[in-house]
């Protein structure tokens, strides 16, 4: 499966953004969804998780009452709405598909798509 994420970009603080992470080559719904984000100098940190058939979702400290996950998979394509972004979301944020996600473990095949910037300043 091919990943592709959208929809970074250059936000205020406060603002919002929704990112989409259209997938081709094969059913998204065979896998789930996992946002992430590594900023310059830090490693990468998990962001939220989706399970297949959209009916658990998980989020971390980081995104926990800011962030939702979601997917449609009839249009193979998973979402993250980030709302009240902060300087400190600033980074490049990914999406991975996979057979699972375990805390900061990622079980079976998995894929990633290429990064997209966003980045949060006045």
């Known amino acids: 499966v091919q990943l592709q994420a959208s929809g970074g970009g250059l936000v205020q603080p406060g603002g919002s953004l929704r990112l989409s992470c259209a997938a081709s080559g094969s059913s998204l719904d065979d896998y789930a969804v996992g946002w992430f984000r590594q900023a310059p100098g830090k490693r990468r940190e998990g962001i939220s998780y989706i399970s297949k058939s959209g009916g658990n979702t998980v989020y971390t400290n980081a995104a926990k009452g800011r962030f939702t996950i979601s997917r449609d998979n009839a249009k193979n394509t998973a979402y993250l709405q980030m709302n009240n972004l902060q300087p400190e979301d600033t980074a490049v944020y990914y999406c991975?598909?996979?057979?699972?996600?375990?805390?900061?473990?990622?079980?079976?095949?998995?894929?990633w798509g290429k990064g997209t910037q966003v980045t949060v300043s006045s």
């Open positions: 991975a598909a996979a057979d699972e996600f375990m805390g900061d473990y990622i079980l079976g095949r998995n894929y």
